[in-house]
């Protein structure tokens, strides 16, 4: 960051982003390659007839032109910058100065417009260099862009053109090739808060730190809206009135409160605030929260505001973050064109709450995570018997298991000679044991998440046929092909083709098992068990087969 002094004020004007708006090069914030571009180029005299500026509103790009505008004309410069005191610098800050000329092309688009003003580009000027200052330049109209295409390629010797823009993509590439193009960048969150620490000592203001912080959030990276959001801080003097606090929220997706979530919002609501406003700025929370956890360093969250949702982060985890992200990002996208903008983010929320009414990977990634972290030792019921369409889940030895003895089914017998039996071929049901027993072990955990609400239907070792009991489920199942092709090839030495059927007629999940044995011995130390709420204690074989069951009711896992 660039050293700044005090913000200039300038006499008579009372909103905050124009009283203290920079003067000089030297009070930029956060925009250091800026200064030391344009600065280098007023010491050493090397000018460049087009300057292209582009970056967010807020940043900076016109109070920048007008810098250099002051530093070209400055009688008493001092290393490249503008002293800010002499009559040229003070016309330019009121804007009176016929060496300075500007164009909002947002409203003065047309051919006419910029005729008018580059037709006095040749005539002489006070200064030494005349400034031409043409923002939102992209809005130009076709024909108004050729006119100062015309004029760029020929300009008089005392002539810079300063072009501002938020999308310079839409700036004729003509245009933008014959200018040197300068980015500005959001302002950091810490250099935002020393800004309006100095602007509160400068102007005497008497706000608090939660005020300044409020307003630095507010702010989002631009200096401008930082400062007017100071003022209106001042003006209402509640921080309630100007933005929405998501704590209740946050803490009843935290606890998976589905009643208080959509209490919380209701509550949000009758505030008066818009549903997509309102998810908009949840957004902007969470993604602090999980810049917070993933690169500290690239938050704008500062002081208590930035401990609140460090602890956040803490309490909802990456994966959970990452989710609500996700989710409340397709939500917004949804509201546009929804009849009823609150019914969309109502559903949301709920299945942000209850990842169990959500079939997406990230939703039973979730499911999983939470049981991990929360069972440490738990239980799992014996698995029932494999239904007539086994699901993946089924283990290889339910499978294969011995058939009841049936005066209906007589035992075939074995073929007595090698010559008898002939080439020793893989029968469909020993294909699948080895797709359930040897591949499905070797995808991903996200994989065997899905595929245990999968059915095979037929393998015959080139192509496996998987049945899925929803659309949702087989529009997830892009994500895991990839590594179950691999896993295929690995095993059968073969490429294998994977087709995925929807059959609405499957159960979405095995039924559930009978409830499991008790027992109130004592239990081995290398066991893993669950207390019961009445205390009874039941023996498993791991803590995986509890976390599987509980997700998974009635599936068996595989060994």
Known sequence: MTDAKTPTSLDGVTALYRRFRPGRFAELRGQDHVVRALQGATRNNRIVHAYLFSGPRGTGKTTTARILAKALNCEHPLDGDACDVCASCVAITKGSSLDVVELDAASNNGVDDVREITAGAWHGTPGRWKVYIVDEVHQLSKSASAALLKTLEEPPSHVVFVLATTDPHKVLPTIRSRTQHLEFRLIAGDTLSTLLHDVRGAAGLDVDEGTIE????????????????????????????????????????????????????????????????????????????????????????????????????????????????????????????????????????????????????????????????????????????????????????????????????????????????????????ELRDRFLSKVVPRTSRAAQLLLRSAHVRTFDGSTLVLVVPTEELRQNTDRIQQGLRGALEHEFHSPVDVVWEVDPSLPASPAPSPAPSRSRKPVPVDEDVVVNDDDAVVVVDSVADHLIAEMFPGAEEIS
Request: no cysteine; charged share 25%.
């Open 214 to 429: 409020a307003a630095v959030r507010l702010g989002r990276g631009s200096a401008r809206d930082a400062l007017s959001a100071l003022d209106q801080l001042i003006a209402t003097g509640s921080l309630v009135d100007t933005q929405p606090r998501f704590d209740e929220l946050l803490g009843a997706l935290e606890r998976a409160d589905t009643a208080a979530a959509i209490r919380s919002l209701a509550l949000l609501l009758r505030e008066g605030w818009d549903p997509e406003q309102l998810a908009e700025s949840f957004v902007s929370d969470v993604r602090q929260i999980f810049l917070l956890q993933v690169a500290p360093d690239v938050a704008d969250a500062v002081d208590t505001d930035r401990e609140r949702l460090v602890e956040w982060g803490a309490q909802l985890g990456l994966a959970r973050t990452v989710r609500i992200l996700e989710s409340v990002g397709r939500a917004m996208r949804e509201m546009k064109s929804a009849p009823d903008k609150v019914v969309v983010l109502e559903v949301t929320l709920v299945r942000l709450a209850r990842p169990d009414l959500d079939h997406t990977i990230e939703a039973l990634d979730e499911r999983l995570t939470r049981l991990e972290r929360g069972a440490s030792r738990v239980a799992t019921p014996p698995a029932p018997p494999a239904p007539s369409l086994p699901p993946i889940g089924a283990t290889a030895a339910t499978s294969t298991r011995e058939p009841t003895p049936s005066s209906t089914a007589p035992p075939t017998p074995p073929p007595t000679t090698a010559e008898d039996r002939g080439p020793v071929l893989a029968s469909a049901e």
